[in-house]
């Protein structure tokens, strides 16, 4: 363990590292270049690599190369670089790539408010890429867990094949916190399902009983073709129906079928409560804190925190929903999640606290939400 | 063994792929990948350690027909993949294949800066002066005057001479050659994966179905026979007039530098970082 006073994007970059992430690709853009200079010193120390890209198009797309050759690999950009990502966010979803893409969200739209805090990319994450595909996203309320989701990010992706999208916040980039660091050798790590069979009878898009195919590195001899078309078990183009249905069904199945060990949330005095707090990310942070106000109010009040925001936990907030009252839903931004939440509330009635200029919501701002008659 | 088994190029296609292949009866493309096969053979690299990425396009079809590790990936964007590619896995011949709209348009930050970097990777683009696959709209290399179906007027967009864009970039080795001229196309690009850093071998080519078409330029003959009289070699162009060698398609290696690779500047700084934290230690 090493102790230490460490910025929330200091952990991302550790937590890749221990996760045993090798190569980063990245363009600098605030708030979160951090994680690109921290890498680029410590990834040359370990034979990993790093390199700066000349836009986030490109990054993403390197990352995705470099993972096809056999290297956990990572980026991280804000907001006007992960819209840039998202048409190889698409290719790394088509090509069941693992890889982890940290984006440190800024107020938006466009260049908006570089410095200042938002949630406003929520959506983005979920549906930015075109096409019905699924997706991981996960996001950190301290700089430990920041740490903690990082590797829990590389082990998903890892583990399904998927692009995982680790979702911070400003505030959660770039703030210190006392951190108890593991020693590497200590944190678990997933590897990617080798092949265990000669390269005559491999299928790189093939069925498995889990869904998640083994996945070959390029140059281990397993000589086999890797495309953004829809793609038959060989992975040769097709055109055929029952192949490109086939396809988009074990994809989707590959995450549906684990959302138990997907989803990650925190719960706090939720039995018995009649207004659930539903949050996730900083504003957590502003959560806990009213609902420790309203408790000294005697009021009955639940946090839920989301770590896993994509897929959505709808199941363990339906069920919440059915014992409590009401919910309240603090987000920065003008009402992104709070859709879902509304989704499955049921007769709970949803309260959304929202702000989205740069500031991150005050404790007193869901205090109010949760007294309002 | 038959005929097609006894061809020099039929350990190199994969059979499990059903042939025929996208490409229109005639097109230069397919005279582009077998110099490609040619030159891997005549190499005798192994077929597990090389890897064909491309964009998209007529001509980022082309590594899904060979038998090595290959992958198709979005518009524009092959260099990018090849870069991580590469620098995963160095003992990998990494060999980028694109069309000239998705090596110079959409594309073209990528090639300015993999040619800057001098990263190792071996890029083909071939040339045929028109986005084929969506059906002839103009490309960042059709000549002035020419009609597409998105310049139904004439062109008036000046082409960018791709062989010389590389150099100014800074790649290591460039060579034009064309589809007419197969065997020396073989040459060029066998020499290009041999070479250390960013290489680039421009194929000339053409298509009869859009571009040919919609200007009356006639078969796919006539344009292959078009090439052939407007191309000259870079002997004999350094003969010609400045304004005559512009009319002309100039054949052969326009550069050939030794400068460090990407991969081996890299690990210098790999050797630097473990040397400070050496001393660090100490």
Known sequence: MTLKLMQGNEAVAMGALAAGCRFYAGYPITPSTEIAEVLSRQLPKLGGKFIQMEDEIASMAAIIGASIGGLKSMTATSGPGFSLMQENLGYAVMTETPCVVANVQRLGPSTGQPTSASQGDVMQARWGTHGDHPIIALSPTSVPQAFDLTVTAFNFSEKYRTPVILLLDEVIGHMRERFDMPDFENVQRVERLGVNVPPEWYKPYGDSVSDVPPMANFGDGYRYHVTGLFHDPMGYPTQRLDEIEAWIQRVNRKIERNLDEIILTEADGLEGAQTVVVAYGATVRSARHAVKLARQRRHKVGLLSLLTIWPFAEAEVARLAQNCRRIVVPEMNLGQLALEVERVAGRSKVRRVNLANGEMIHPQMILEAIEAH | ?282
């Open chain 2, 1 to 282: 063994m038959s005929r097609l088994e006894q061809h020099s190029a039929y350990n190199y296609l994969r059979h499990t792929k059903k042939f025929p292949n996208v490409w229109c009866a005639g097109c230069g493309i397919g005279i582009v990948m077998g110099a490609l096969i040619r030159a891997i053979d005549h190499l005798e690299l192994d077929q597990n350690d090389v890897a064909l990425v491309s964009g998209i396009g007529c001509t980022g079809r082309m590594p899904v027909y060979m038998d090595f590790n290959t992958m198709h990936t979005t518009h524009g964007r092959a260099l990018a993949f090849a870069t991580g590619l590469k620098l995963a896995q160095p003992r990998l011949k990494v060999i980028v294949i694109m069309g000239d709209g998705d090596a110079l348009a959409i594309g073209g930050n990528h090639f300015l800066h993999a040619a800057r970097r001098n990263m190792d990777l071996t890029a083909i683009v071939v040339n045929n002066a028109i986005y084929g696959m969506t059906g002839g709209q103009y490309s960042p290399t059709t000549p002035i005057d020419l009609r597409a179906t998105t310049a139904p007027y004439g062109n008036v967009e000046p082409p960018i001479p791709v062989g010389e864009l590389a150099i100014a970039a800074g790649a290591a080795f460039v060579a034009r050659g064309t589809v007419y001229h197969a065997v020396e196309l073989d040459r060029l690009i066998a020499q290009a994966i041999q070479k250390e850093g960013f290489s680039l071998v421009e194929a000339v080519s053409y298509c009869h179905t859009t571009l040919g078409r919609i200007n009356k330029l006639g078969t796919a003959g006539d344009m292959m026979n078009t090439i052939k009289n407007n191309s000259v070699t870079l002997s004999a162009a350094e003969k010609m007039s400045e304004e005559d060698r512009q009319a002309k398609i100039v054949r052969g290696v326009l550069r050939d530098v030794e400068r460090p690779g990407y991969l081996r500047l890299y690990d210098q700084v790999i050797e630097r970082a473990i040397a400070q934290e050496a001393s660090h230690a100490g």
